[in-house]
């Protein structure tokens, strides 16, 4: 339940304070088989919206390119970082040198038939898979989830049950949605296609690297809140 992720309770700075959603929302205590995901966008946007790092405030990131408009709910995993470890993954996979984290919380397009009509949201998602996106050097994966008791897509436990034409359009999306006007090359690549174990091992890593490079708030917020 989302409400155990905000319950006053567990985290009285709620009850003053906005949780940021990167640092302030837990992912969940069974994650990676059910996480928390903070929603950025949703498939009527016509303008990309990413929550800014440092106030946590959903911010205007850039008009759609031509009528690219994201076929999921996007956004991201909350106390993740894509960093060394979703890096070394990513090369031992594709037999790359030289790939970094891109540096960001891990991305996550959810499935859901009902219609969400605003992001800013959180909700509970089910991963079954994911895209290994390359986007320069850098790795930018993408995990692909179902909205936890979706009539449509909640029973769907891994990434080959999903209808094919549902992958084809999120990687039309993705491969795409960085083009600029005019530009003949393209920066952004989808190595693999891949299913829920790997999923939950990119997810797991990409705990890692949060608390590699954030377990010092981790312990703050803890120490604040005993």
Known sequence: MIEDHLDPSRDPMGRLYR???????FIGDDAPEVVTAYIEIVPTDAVKYEADKLSGYLQVSRPQKYSNICPALYGFIPQT???EQVA???MERTGRSGIVGDGDPLDICVLTERPISHGDILLQAIPIGGFRMIDGEEADDKIIAVLQNDAVYGGLTDLPG???NVIERLTHYFLTYK???GSTTNQVEITTVYGRG????VIRRSQADYRAHHGALEKLLASTLR
Do not use: S
């Open 162 to 164: 999903c209808p094919i």
């Open 198 to 201: 790997e999923a939950h091992a």
């Open 88 to 90: 070394e993954r990513c």
């Open 81 to 83: 970082l894509c960093a």
């Open 179 to 181: 083009e600029a006007p």
């Open 19 to 25: 949780a940021h959603p990167w640092h302030g929302v």
